[in-house]
């Protein structure tokens, strides 16, 4: 008897084993009925992060534009610095102003949405609700400047050299995408891995296309001076290294006539002339070297402003509101050094630097201090987190501060106006003292005996007169504090290679962040030379953050996500905030005309305004051109 059941199930596990089988194929069947119905594909126009799209498939043009815009004329402007590369997607050399402008992506976006992007090259963007893939097909009449079409292979080319042969940091952005490939002449696919973000379709179809023919002889690693071969409205015109660059509009464009540029890229000419020197560069504009500026400087903005041109009426001078987040600016640590290690330390650095004082004698009152890296918008964290912010932030707890789930989120302490505030000097001094560096024969040392030594690059001669006091005030802490300044082209390799101790640097962020955020801010990326994770966070916290923010399904479920990043990012001290402006101060000559309306995320200076040629008759009538 004990043998009999064994004997039964072995008689009867052929037939129970077919009507499983049976069973479980109906079973997959339905569920794969189910899945296919969950996953819709969509074909659009467009695609958007969170929402519908602004524009229907048959818009005209965009709402923000002069549909009738006149084309001609020139624009010029000013960069600081120097250039020896017309290469702006890889390490080696310093690229040109624009050097972007000659190469287009699948998809643009638009000035009047925070997260939607429209056909540029594809005329169409296919993908399921999962986003978990995307095709785009490629409108037949792209071509390059040299007439050859833009096809899949190009896109699939482009992609691959990028993450082979880019900047570095390109790789850890899009380690997202499994893979590239082309399905037809014009149709390409986009396959990315599990947990991609939900702007994965719109990462991808904003890369730039590269012609694979062009550099089948050519070593897309290296740097050049000749101009790679795009499909952009604008190609290079003339170059002279380190001075000046000029694009010139291409009159065989294939794409004037799409909805997304009509009233769009109306100069003839684009140009950019280089100067080292701030002072220099403001007096060349006064000088009629370049017909547009916008200022940076709050000194010259409120004192030099003053110059028969502009009190003719020649030279226009505005401010024109900015709905963007304000930009994330200020003295970046880098935490892959020793001494900053302590967050006490880089804590009692900061409370050395006196925007008060600093604001009403060297900004002429017109700045605001910066405490979050969303400045001037809703993503900005406030107050003590909410219930949503902390079921984010304490499984996170073991790698974050205590304090950021009992206190607002961390801003920098209001100081007199006074270059020097004794007491916060004091508190300084106390948290240096805490974290073992003592004042010994009047400089800060540790039990090893080593001086606390700390350098400011700056390549910059106008913000010498800003970084000077805040020297100063730090060597009353005992630090051995000193301003070492270099020129443009130091400063950028030294910033490639992490070699330094303190930089200025600003980051201009999305009201939808997204992958980029792996850039800034990521562990992975604060290892790779020439990241823009300059400060060196490396911390699992700030990674699961990102990776929340990127997997968020809803606007509110991004907000949420984004403001706990905020918080936590302010909470470690990793940079000395600085100053922000609301708005765009600029000055220009007056030949240009532009839309009544602008649009909320951009001025549209280089896209949407014209050369007006009754004003530019004026100004020559008057002999001011």
């Known amino acids: 008897m004990q043998h009999a059941k064994p004997q039964v199930l072995a008689r009867h596990r052929p037939a129970i084993g077919l009507i499983g089988i049976a069973a479980i194929i109906l079973i997959l069947l339905a569920m794969t009925v189910s899945v296919m119905a969950e996953e819709k594909v969509i074909k659009a126009h467009g695609i958007s992060t969170f929402g519908d799209l602004k524009y229907p498939a048959d818009f005209k043009h965009l709402d923000y534009v002069n549909p009738d815009a006149p084309k001609g004329g020139e624009f010029s402007t000013?960069?600081?610095?120097?250039?020896?590369?017309?290469?702006?997607?890889?390490?080696?050399?310093?690229?040109?102003?624009?050097?972007?402008?000659?190469?287009?992506?699948?998809?643009?976006?638009?000035?009047?949405?925070?997260?939607?992007?429209?056909?540029?090259?594809?005329?169409?963007?296919?993908?399921?609700?999962?986003?978990?893939?995307?095709?785009?097909?490629?409108?037949?009449?792209?071509?390059?400047?040299?007439?050859?079409?833009?096809?899949?292979?190009?896109v699939v080319f482009s992609f691959n050299v990028l993450i082979e042969k880019g900047a570095p940091s390109l790789a850890n952005t899009l380690s997202f995408v499994e893979k590239a490939e082309a399905l037809e002449t014009l149709r390409v696919k986009f396959t990315f891995k599990p947990g991609a973000p939900r702007e994965a379709p719109s990462q991808v179809g904003g890369l730039p296309v590269f012609s694979k023919a062009y550099y089948a002889s050519r070593d897309f690693a290296e740097s050049t001076l000749e101009p790679g071969l795009g499909s952009g409205i604008y190609q290079l015109e003339k170059v002279s290294p380190?001075?000046?660059?000029?694009?010139k509009r291409r009159d065989d464009y294939w794409g004037n006539s799409l909805p997304i540029n009509i009233g769009q890229n109306n100069f003839d000419t684009i140009r950019v002339e280089y100067f080292t020197d701030y002072t220099a560069a403001f007096?060349?504009?006064?000088?009629?070297?370049?017909?547009?500026?916008?200022?940076?400087?709050?000194?010259?903005?409120?004192?030099?402003?003053?110059?028969?041109?502009?009190?003719?009426?020649?030279?226009?001078?505005?401010?024109?509101?900015?709905?963007?987040?304000?930009?994330?600016?200020?003295f970046w640590f880098n935490l892959r050094r020793d001494k900053f290690k302590d967050p006490r330390v880089r804590q009692a650095i900061g409370m050395a630097f006196n925007f008060e004082w600093s604001n009403e004698a060297l900004f002429y009152g017109l700045y605001k201090r910066t405490d979050s890296f969303w400045e001037n918008s809703t993503l900005q964290a406030e107050g003590?987190?909410?219930?949503?912010?902390?079921?984010?932030?304490?499984?996170?707890k073991a790698d974050l501060p205590a304090s950021i789930f009992t206190d607002p989120p961390v801003s920098p302490l209001v100081?007199?106006?006074?270059?020097?505030?004794?007491?916060?000097?004091?508190?300084?001094?106390?948290?240096?003292?805490?974290?073992?560096w003592n004042v010994v024969q009047g400089t800060r040392q540790n039990d090893k005996g080593e001086q606390l030594e700390i350098t400011f690059l700056n390549d910059s001669p106008s913000f010498e007169r800003i970084m000077n006091p805040y020297v100063?005030?730090?060597?009353?802490?005992?630090?051995?504090?000193v301003l070492s300044s270099i020129d443009n082209a130091q400063q950028t390799e030294r910033e490639k290679t992490f070699d330094f101790d303190i930089v200025v640097r600003r980051y201009v962020m999305s009201l939808t962040p997204g992958a980029e955020l792996r850039g800034y801010f990521s562990s992975k990326a604060a290892a790779i030379q020439g990241s823009r994770n300059i400060a060196g966070i490396a911390n699992p916290a700030i990674d699961a953050l990102i990776d929340t923010i990127e997997q968020a399904k809803s606007r509110e479920e991004l907000n949420t996500a984004v403001k706990a990043l905020d918080r936590a990012l302010r909470s470690l001290h990793v940079w000395v905030p600085q100053w922000y402006n609301p708005y765009h101060n600029i000055a220009y000559l007056d030949v240009f005309s532009r839309p009544a309306v602008l649009p909320p995320f951009g001025m549209g200076e280089l896209?949407?305004?014209?050369?007006?040629?009754?004003?530019?008759?004026?100004?020559?009538?008057?002999?001011?051109?």
């Open 78 to 154: 000013w960069a600081f610095g120097t250039f020896d590369s017309m290469s702006p997607y890889i390490l080696k050399g310093q690229a040109a102003s624009l050097s972007n402008i000659m190469f287009e992506s699948l998809l643009t976006s638009t000035l009047d949405e925070p997260d939607a992007a429209y056909g540029l090259l594809a005329e169409s963007v296919e993908y399921p609700a999962s986003r978990d893939w995307v095709i785009f097909d490629i409108r037949p009449e792209a071509r390059f400047s040299d007439g050859s079409p833009v096809t899949a292979e190009d």
């Open 242 to 247: 380190g001075k000046t660059v000029l694009y």
């Open 283 to 330: 007096e060349g504009f006064k000088g009629g070297s370049y017909n547009f500026r916008e200022e940076y400087s709050s000194k010259v903005w409120a004192t030099s402003y003053d110059f028969p041109a502009l009190n003719d009426g020649y030279v226009k001078r505005e401010q024109i509101s900015d709905a963007n987040p304000s930009g994330t600016q200020g």
């Open 384 to 396: 003590l987190p909410t219930e949503a912010e902390l079921a984010l932030l304490e499984p996170l």
């Open 415 to 436: 100081s007199k106006p006074t270059q020097l505030d004794r007491s916060v000097l004091r508190n300084a001094g106390k948290l240096l003292d805490a974290a073992g």
């Open 472 to 481: 100063e005030n730090l060597k009353r802490l005992g630090i051995k504090a």
């Open 607 to 625: 896209s949407i305004w014209w050369y007006d040629d009754a004003k530019a008759a004026r100004l020559k009538a008057a002999g001011a051109l």
